[in-house]
């Protein structure tokens, strides 16, 4: 079936420094990535849609140059955290399709720890 | 955009029991309904889907029946196990390449 890699797992920085997630997708090419963001106890909020080779179409409320992503090729999609601030911190997930599929494969997710 | 409700937001059953969690969802165009269920500090896993063409679906003890008048779908979990514990979320997409939009979870205890 369709596995999705999602590195780091975990990741713990300092204040104002960057991170970079990546997602890929390993036995299929993945047209469309999305990335949420899970805060404890609570839904998937799906921060932004990403299409290999287009800018990512963020959601409402969510900062662009913050919450960088890209999506060079059909397998990665990455999303850099720019300045991270303790407020960031957070589970933070992709997922993945593939042209003319219905469902999406889950990443295994990435805990990120601002200190 | 598309509105999805879940509930219950927690639900506690005795192991053997049975366990429904109802979604309502308020895009007519939405014809794509996916159940995830993920464990604590897990990814999301695909329990079982339906597409709008059909009103149920089923697996083994897992089950998914469609209303698309009354716009809402519902998961069923019959004879529960304890390893059914877990958080499950039920989603509606308008098909293929788009989005999903997420229930906000109900936690599922199965009580030994």
């Known amino acids: 079936g369709a596995v999705v890699s999602q590195h780091p797992s975990w990741v713990i920085c300092k204040s104002g420094t960057s991170v970079k997630i990546e997602c890929r997708s390993l036995d299929f090419q993945a047209t469309t990535m999305f990335w949420y963001r899970q805060f404890p106890k609570q839904s998937l909020m799906l921060m932004a849609t990403?299409?290999?080779?287009?800018?990512?179409?963020?959601e409402q409320g969510v900062e662009k140059d913050k919450f960088l992503i890209n999506h060079a090729s059909l397998t990665l999609s990455t999303l850099t955290v720019t300045s991270a601030h303790p407020e960031d911190s957070s589970f933070y997930i992709c997922?993945?399709?593939?042209?003319?599929?219905?469902?999406?494969?889950f990443g295994s997710g990435t805990r990120l720890t601002v200190v | 955009g598309e509105n999805v409700e879940q509930h219950p937001s927690t639900l506690s059953v005795q192991e053997g029991d049975s366990a429904v969690i109802k979604c309502t969802y308020s895009?007519?165009?939405?014809?794509?309904f996916p159940w995830y269920k993920q464990e604590l500090g897990k990814r999301p896993q695909l329990i079982i889907d339906i597409r709008s063409n059909v009103g149920e679906k089923k697996d083994q003890r897992i089950a998914v029946t469609l209303n698309k008048t009354a716009k809402h779908f519902s998961l069923h979990i019959t004879e529960t196990q304890p390893e059914d514990s877990a958080v499950y979320f039920c989603a509606a997409s308008r098909g293929t390449g788009n989005q999903f939009y997420f229930g906000t979870g109900t936690s599922l205890t199965v009580i030994p």
């Open positions: 997922s993945a399709t593939e042209f003319g599929a219905y469902g999406y494969t």
């Open positions: 895009d007519s165009a939405s014809n794509y």
């Open positions: 990403s299409n290999e080779g287009s800018k990512a179409t963020y």
